[in-house]
């Protein structure tokens, strides 16, 4: 069984990413599944992956995209891999909101 794409957990939400770096747009692209059948959001960033600077990029379209504070987004592991899994401070059902907005489908 794979597991949703946001996980509910104590005081907010879990999931996978896959960033691609040094793309041409900064951009949430897709929702995908992994080779396990996970489902995980798909985003660029035009940042390189140097010094922490492509997961800045990502903690900030995160944030600008489901409208938190930077502060509330946490990479729990994955610093240094394209695939990540980060924590954000916002209801479960508000992000599956906002993941519909942007007109992306959880397949």
């Known amino acids: 069984m794979t597991k ?9 939400v879990r999931f996978m990413l ?3 770096p040094k793309s041409g ?9 992994d080779a396990e059948g996970n489902l995980l ?3 660029a960033v035009t940042d390189v992956p140097e010094d922490g ?6 903690i900030k379209l995160l944030s600008k995209s489901f409208g938190i504070a930077k502060s ?3 990479i729990l592991s994955g610093e ?5 899994k980060l924590f954000m401070r916002i209801d479960r059902a ?3 909101a906002l993941i519909a907005e942007l007109g992306l489908k959880t397949l």
């Open 4 to 12: 949703p794409l946001f996980e509910s957990c104590e005081g907010g």
């Open 18 to 20: 896959r960033v691609t």
């Open 25 to 33: 747009r900064t951009q949430i692209q897709s929702v995908m599944r």
């Open 41 to 43: 959001l798909k985003l």
């Open 53 to 58: 600077k492509a997961n800045k990029a990502v």
């Open 72 to 74: 509330d987004i946490e």
């Open 80 to 84: 240094t891999s394209r695939v990540k």
């Open 94 to 96: 508000e992000a599956e």
